[in-house]
């Protein structure tokens, strides 16, 4: 489905990425997990667009990618939750999740869409009306995830989703990611919160200083002793 070959990102004179390889297959939760400034979030904004590549090649469902405009990349289904959530703070939770079917095609669906995001957000239906802003960090957080699902997302990237949240509302946000998973969304997942996101991922890789390090069955890097050293304190 999403297909990243020898990537290269380039800040100034630095190398952010390093030919960085990755692969999401269609209906896998993929986990990137890493230490801060690895360049998690570079990749990331790299599939989006956001970024320019140096070098390298993005495919996605076999059409490349790299240099495609952002909202192209958007209408093809490739839709990114930031880190901070970015949310519209005086407009209400309703018109947040508006501005995620700002697409034609995404919009054409927009009332099964927000059904289906108050469905797995109970909580929102309930502040429809309230400005994003007004709501805890988890509550925005669960905005942030719903204005996404009204985009209709073919593959849906998280960047640090629990960040900043209680361990409460943490545990909720990777419960509903993995639903979403379940319901035929492809997920690639950046996470600090190490052992949650290889508990609800299929395959993960580690990413430290620009590069891909390590690879696999998601429960095979839980049991890896360099996993349990460098990210889980064992």
Do not use: H
């Amino acid at each position: 489905m999403l297909s990243v070959n020898d990537l290269i990102v380039l800040y100034q004179k630095l190398r952010a990425l390093r030919g960085v390889s990755l692969e999401v297959a269609e209906g896998d939760l993929v986990a990137l997990i890493g230490s801060n400034g690895s360049g998690k979030t570079t990749l990331l904004n790299s599939i989006s667009g956001l970024i320019p590549a140096g070098a390298g090649r993005i495919m996605w469902q076999g059409t490349p990618i790299l240099g495609m405009s952002p909202d192209n990349i958007c209408r093809e289904g490739i839709i990114q939750v930031p880190e901070g959530r970015k949310l519209f703070a005086q407009m209400t939770v309703e018109e947040n999740l508006e501005m995620g079917a700002y697409l034609p095609a995404a919009r054409a669906e927009a009332d099964q869409s927000r059904q289906m995001a108050f469905d797995i957000f109970p909580r929102l239906a309930e502040r429809r009306r309230q400005t994003a802003g007004s709501l805890s960090g988890g509550e925005q957080q669960m905005v942030a995830v719903a204005r996404a699902i009204m985009a209709k997302p073919k593959l849906l990237m998280l960047d640090e989703p629990s960040l900043g949240l209680s361990p409460l509302f943490a545990a909720e946000i990777f419960q509903t990611i993995k639903e979403l998973n379940n319901r035929d969304i492809t997920v690639l997942l950046i996470s600090q919160e190490v052992l949650q996101t290889l508990t609800i991922s299929n395959y993960a890789y580690v990413m430290e200083n620009g590069e891909i390090i390590l690879n696999g069955p998601a429960k095979e890097l839980l049991d890896d002793p360099r996993i349990k050293e460098s990210y889980l304190g064992l």
